[in-house]
């Protein structure tokens, strides 16, 4: 049975950083196309950032660009996102996801079609 667990979400001030974490069993994210996705109050979800799982190139949502990271560990088996800078735009609750097909046009991974399985969410809130 698969499942990715999230945690590292909470309260932050704007500008603070906080780090999410991906916790995979059942499943090597190593060979899995992997991303973070989040929704904010009112709005469909969307992609922050992906890896690809057939030449590890990542991608980048604009709005992100240059204050998150997307990293993962194989040996710990985990995905993360480093989020710094943080801005009150960005409260939302975030989700990990992943894919064990394999993707060639990263452009694939932009959306929730391709991702066979999610996590349950962590919530992530910016506010002074």
């Known amino acids: 049975q698969v499942q990715l667990m999230e945690s590292g979400g909470g309260l932050v001030e704007p500008g603070g950083s906080l780090r999410l974490s991906c916790t995979a069993s059942g499943v090597s994210l190593r060979d899995y196309a992997v991303g973070w996705f989040r929704q904010a109050p009112g709005k469909e979800r969307e992609v922050v950032a992906c890896i690809s799982n057939s030449d590890g190139r990542t991608f980048y949502e604009d709005f992100v660009v240059g204050r998150f990271t997307i990293s993962r560990d194989n040996a710990k088996n985990t995905l993360y996102l480093q989020m710094n800078r943080l801005e009150p735009e960005d409260t939302a609750v975030y989700y990990c996801?992943?894919?064990?097909?394999?993707?060639?046009?990263?452009?694939?991974?932009?959306?929730?079609?391709?991702?066979?399985?999610w996590g349950q969410g962590t919530l992530v809130t910016v506010s002074s």
């Open positions: 996801a992943g894919s064990g097909r394999l993707y060639y046009d990263i452009s694939d991974l932009y959306t929730e079609r391709p991702y066979d399985y």
